[in-house]
């Protein structure tokens, strides 16, 4: 008889930096170096071609003013929050609709060197007339 002891445990947590183009939204989030990050297929994200990972809320920080350089567009349900820079206008995060408990982070707005792998997946196809 042979035992096998497997151990399930969670990736190490690093600070990942991060912010807009502009540099006038700032933040900083707790997540492992490697990461799986999704095609968003939401009528909004597809045509900006955003990618992102999930973190709970309480795993995501702004930082310093950043807050007054923010505005949220909504559309459809509302329980997405688009979030932007009003200054240069990218989305560095957001509040996702399939998570409103969750911060989804564009991985292409982290600061280079904390992050070691990324995996990118495509949700399932949902139909355009449904993605609101």
């Known amino acids: 008889l042979a035992f ?9 947590l690093v600070v990942h930096n991060g912010g807009c183009h502009c540099r006038k939204v700032r933040w900083h989030v707790l997540a492992p170096t490697s990461v799986v990050a999704w095609k968003c297929n939401c009528s909004d994200c597809s045509m900006r071609g955003n990618t992102h990972f999930v973190v709970p809320h309480e795993r995501f ?6 807050k007054e350089y923010l505005t949220t567009y909504t559309f459809g349900t509302h329980t997405a929050k ?5 200054v240069c206008g990218i989305t560095s ?26 995996e990118i997946r495509n949700p399932q196809l949902i139909p355009p007339s449904s993605r609101y």
């Open 61 to 66: 920080e702004l930082l310093g003013d950043s």
């Open 82 to 86: 688009h979030t932007f820079c009003k």
């Open 4 to 12: 096998a002891l497997v151990v399930c445990m969670e990736p190490k």
């Open 93 to 118: 995060f957001y509040t996702p609709r399939s998570n409103p408990d969750g911060i989804a982070v564009a991985f292409r707005c982290l600061d280079p060197g904390t992050l070691s792998d990324v």
